[in-house]
């Protein structure tokens, strides 16, 4: 049993050893990088791909994905913006308009799932079309958001000392993660979810809410890809039917760089937040450098992810028993660490 927790923990130590060896690399080469106002700049700069990241965690942890969040990022910062200059909708009601509707469309996702027995991958790419369609039938261009809620919220930060401050965007990251490893580790929800990644049948077997919960799923991940945009809105002070292009595949690849198993069943919230980082320094050295492409980043990432896989396809071909059996999955009550 000791074996099998020190296997579970090999994806999460390969991606904390990564963060380190590139955050001393870049630190070492370019000065100024090991500063505290670059530190916040990664949470800041990446804000909402994060909040994206830590939905999707959920997802791939119960076995699924989801290709649509990019398009709802879209969507949401488009009908925000939309709605406050077009109808004068005050900007909490709006975020809270595109939230529900980010949340709904998750949910119907989730049911499709659910009670059709329809693949994920289909079912989410349904939903990426519709809502990036949907986007664009609410305006084809760019939209300014210029409102004196939105200016105010700008200024909104935890000053840490210095030049440095965390910013509203970044602050929402951090209260997403330490929402998404309560939700994980600590309820009665995310011990389901673990079960199912695990092995499904198991899981009803048991008598688990497996139905609800792979609804309650989509629906979080909705609701994450929703305020994502919200973020985004902020952080670009406006709305654009056609923001959110591949950042589905950015928060895949920071859960997978996380150590969260495709298969399902074996991950961390942590691991999502330190593929998150990975990404920001990469991107974030890059630019230092000057005179490199930003596709590099790309590149990088690419190279990463293939790394990560194998190292995943390692990890569950050494935790399968001598016998042939894999491990059982995780029991009700008892999440895995």
Not at 261 to 285: D, F, K, P
Not at 326 to 333: C, E, I, L, N, V
């Amino acid at each position: 049993m000791r074996i099998a927790i020190k296997q579970r923990h090999i994806p999460l130590a390969a991606t904390a050893l990564v963060l380190a060896i590139v955050y001393a690399a870049a630190a070492m080469k370019f000065p100024g990088f090991f500063s505290l106002r670059v530190l916040v700049d990664f949470f800041k700069d990446n804000a909402f791909v994060g909040v994206a990241a830590i939905g999707m965690t959920f997802v791939i942890l119960s076995g699924g994905i989801d290709l649509s969040v990019g398009a709802v990022v879209g969507l949401t910062s488009i009908l925000i913006a939309t709605l406050v200059r077009d109808h004068s909708v005050h900007p909490l009601e709006a975020i809270a308009l595109a939230l529900l509707c980010g949340s709904a469309l998750g949910a119907v996702m989730g049911c499709l799932i659910h009670f059709q027995k329809l693949p994920p991958f289909l079912v989410t790419l349904a939903g990426m079309f519709f809502a990036r369609g949907l986007g664009f039938l609410v305006s084809g261009e760019s939209i300014g958001i210029k409102h004196p809620f939105y200016a105010r919220l700008m200024d909104v930060g935890l000053p840490l000392g210095g030049a440095a401050t965390v910013p509203l965007t970044a602050l929402v990251f951090l209260a997403v993660f330490a929402a998404g490893v309560y939700l994980a580790h600590f309820t009665k929800f995310g011990r389901t979810v673990y079960a199912i990644g695990g092995s499904e049948p198991s899981a009803l077997l048991m008598g688990l809410a497996v139905g609800r919960t792979k609804i309650l799923v989509y629906t979080l991940n909705g609701f994450c890809a929703s305020l994502a945009g919200v973020v985004f809105s902020f952080y670009g002070q406006a709305g654009n039917p056609t923001w959110g292009i591949g950042i589905e595949l950015d928060a895949i690849a920071a859960v997978v760089i996380g150590g969260t198993l495709l298969s399902g069943g074996v991950g961390y919230v942590a691991g999502t937040l330190m593929g998150v980082l990975i990404l920001g320094v990469i991107q974030t050295a890059i630019a230092f450098q000057g005179n490199l492409n930003t596709w590099w980043t790309k590149i990088a990432v690419g190279v990463l992810l293939l790394v990560f896989i194998l190292l995943q396809n390692v990890v569950s071909r050494v935790s399968v028993r001598p016998g042939g059996a894999k491990r059982r999955p995780a029991a009700a009550g008892k999440t895995p660490v």
